[in-house]
């Protein structure tokens, strides 16, 4: 299966608080309940408005699994 769609975390990085929309898509298999893909930070507010990034994922949502981040 594939999916898309937007969403929204709020919390903290690097000491700095805020929120940060995000778009991520990807596909996942309904059998093994494994997901690749991928988040695109659209915007950010508070210390992390202007915050810009990419985030990679691939796991078992709630098990465990590896996350790559990159931002400026």
Do not use: K, N, W
Request: negative net charge; proline residues 3%; glycine residues 22%.
């Amino acid at each position: 299966m594939t999916f898309r769609g937007p969403g929204t975390f709020t919390g903290t990085v690097d000491g700095l608080s805020g929120t940060l929309e995000y778009v991520v898509e990807g596909q996942g298999s309904v059998v093994t309940g494994e997901l690749r893909g991928s988040f695109a930070i659209t915007r950010g507010t508070g210390d992390l408005a202007g915050v810009q990034g990419h985030v990679t994922i691939e796991g078992i949502p709630a098990t465990g699994g590896t996350y790559t981040v990159q931002y400026s």
